[in-house]
């Protein structure tokens, strides 16, 4: 038995949270705790082997006095945010250490003789770590893998992974497992199925997709009617609970799309064979099928389990191109298709939904992952008979489950896709700043709110203030979740909505398949882990989005190294008290515009109603959406930050007035600010002529469908 420890002053009055453990830059602790005002302090003593992102319980053993802050000590690792790392290996007889990169503020990991795979001294490696140390003992890891230095891309792209805590390989059971399961489809099975072999089906994917895991089948019925059917992979056949293969998917709970490669959620043999839906190929599906008229009028519905067969396999370029011309493979069933989505896109947003556009950003990679070009691709209406399709087979999934009930007239425990209404404070200051441009939100009434939110939209297209209301309408939106409370979805409009159409590369769809199933067998086995795998998901969620964001800016970074002390057009996306970013107009690189750099123009303060910095001397106003010329100063690739400079015209911006210099800045500001870089000498305009070399190798994008 653990000796028990003695009890502090007050016991009886003792705090107990769970937070989030925080570690500055400094190396000062802190757990962040949702709902509470102030975070709780930690000195280093008391982390207890707690590290940065891990979700911990903490005593408060100090109460905040004055404006001071809690002190606590971590009693509980509730959840490690990662357990493998990055760094050097230091190698020793018998034993080696893995020294982790700066700033991680963590100890050196021991790895034993019998887990050192052949690493030489100053190997870069992947290390996993199996015991954690206490008090003065390191962790104990093993290697999972030894990097290669020279391949620098290769190097980063997984440091991005693991520091978002993913694995980068699966584990020895889930490989034993996979190896165990039958490619062949039973007869037994397509027994059990409804057969749609003989009905025209096909898939619309990205050009370099290697996973497809939703088909759409047409058939013409009597009448004006056709039979329109969502078909996706019925992974929940192959991945059965609780198996090696189930646990590790539920761990990842989503695949992670890089510029130049997927991690899968799932392993390659299931999302890339078993599970896709290649054409000339017998596949298990789960399927919404819908009997409907040109107008996207539903008579009738079935959902069930299926076998399918693809006749054909589109690229979204290619459905576009049947689209605008008329003309090509299926073509009259394609543009049947198109006119069904387009009349459901228009009534969705004629009950609500928020048309927000969107923009793809794709790099177009040489053969060593190097970016020799951009592309900023729209979303077209190839892209949208796809999205309006998927997002009615999901709506009409939820709302199949919702209207179920068990024991005392209780809810299926069910992953829904939430979305709730904007918050209120933010919604006023938004609308305020819209009404500077003469656009009304009817923030008193949520229904009334999203057509307004719509129509200002539509009425600042083209002008220079729509780049402004769309990045901050964005940011004024709740964040989507996933949760057993059934709020509805407010940005689609949906009252009732699930993610049921990407079970190759979501968790939440694979458990929505399940759920499903139980239901239409009517053998539902209500699942009270349910809302804490749902919050999991969330949590990876974000952090694969967090990861492709780090991984994006690496490239733009990359990219941008060639055009140091180059010119370009661009739009301020952001703006903080120690600066403003901008995003180059053609290739969407955003940089840094240092406030401290522009001390010899005019001092600057941040006004937040405005969400601008102002001239104190002149006035001058910079905010989102304001239209600049800038100059690529630093680009650092280690940092993944990309430094630029104001260009002014001559005359443009009045110096300060005689007398009065630009103060120097707060340290708070200073705190702020990544890094203070001075401009190179001005170059000519070469960047904005230069064209990228033809794309040897298109990177891999994620598959973002509903």
Known sequence: MTKKKKPQKHSSQKKTFRGTVQITRSGMSFVIIEGQEKDVMVRQKNLNTALDGDDVLVDVIKQAKNEGRMEGVITEIVKRKKIEFTGTLQVNKGFAFLVPEKGLFMPDIYIPANSMKNAKNGDKAVVKVVAWGEKTRK??????????????????????????????????????????????????????????????????????????????????????????????????????????????????????????????????????????????????????????????????????????????????????DVIESGEGPYQDEVLLLNKIAQTLRKKRFDNGAINFSSQEVRFQL???????????????????????????????????????????????????????????????????????????????????????????????????????????????????????????????????????????????????????????THNIHPDKQMEKKCKHSSEMERKAMDAERAANKYKQVEYMQQYIGEEFDGVVSGVAHFGFWVETVDTKCEGLVSIHNMTTKDEFKYD???????????????????????????????????????????????????????RKPAAGERAGERRDTKPKGKKKETAGKKKPASAKKQGSTSRKKP
């Open 366 to 520: 040489d053969e060593n992952a190097k970016p020799i070009g951009i592309v900023v691709k729209e979303s077209k209406e190839a892209h949208q008979l796809i999205e309006e399709l998927m997002l009615l087979a999901n709506r009409t999934v939820a709302e199949y489950v919702y209207n179920i009930r068990i024991g005392t007239n209780q809810h299926v425990p069910f992953p829904y896709r939430v979305h709730d209404t904007p918050d209120e404070e933010k919604l006023k200051l938004f609308s305020g700043f819209a009404r500077k441009f003469g656009h009304k939100l009817e923030v008193d009434n949520p229904d009334k709110l999203a057509r307004s939110f719509n129509e200002m939209l539509r009425l600042a297209h083209g002008k220079p203030e729509q780049h402004v209301l769309e990045t901050l309408g964005i940011r004024t939106m709740a964040k989507a979740a996933y949760t057993v409370d059934d709020i509805g979805h407010y940005g689609l409009g949906f009252d009732h909505y699930c993610h049921f159409t990407s079970p190759i590369r979501r968790y939440p769809d694979v458990l929505v398949h399940r759920v499903l199933q139980q239901c239409l």
């Open 608 to 662: 937040e109603n405005e969400y601008a910095l102002i001239g104190m001397f002149t006035g001058r106003k910079i905010r989102i959406g304001d239209k600049v010329r800038i100059q690529v100063v630093a680009a650092n690739l280690v940092k993944r930050q990309l430094d630029y400079d104001l260009i002014e015209e001559e005359g443009s911006v009045p110096a300060p007035p005689r007398g009065r210099s630009a």
């Open 139 to 320: 962790p104990v890891g093993e290697i999972v893998e030894v990097l290669d230095a020279s391949n620098t891309n290769d190097l980063a792209m997984k440091e991005i992974l693991i520091e978002s805590g993913f694995p980068l390989s699966f584990p020895d059971d889930v490989i034993k497992e996979l190896n165990q399961i039958s490619e062949n489809i039973d007869a037994e099975e397509v027994k059990k199925r409804k057969d749609f072999r003989k009905i025209l089906t096909f898939t619309i994917d990205p050009v370099d997709a290697k996973d497809f895991d939703d088909a759409i089948s047409i058939r013409k019925l009597r009448g004006s009617w056709y039979e329109v059917g969502v078909h996706i992979a019925d992974v929940s056949h192959y991945v059965l609970p609780d198996t090696a293969l189930d646990k590790e998917a539920d761990k990842r709970a989503t695949s992670v799309y890089l510029p130049d490669r997927v991690l899968p959620m799932l392993p390659e043999k299931i999302s890339n064979e078993l599970c896709s839906l290649r054409p000339h190929e017998d596949k298990l599906t789960f399927s919404a099928v819908f009997k409907m008229n040109e107008n996207g009028d539903i008579k009738e519905h079935w959902i069930g389990r299926t076998l399918i067969h693809s006749n054909h396999r589109f690229t979204y370029e290619q459905v576009q």
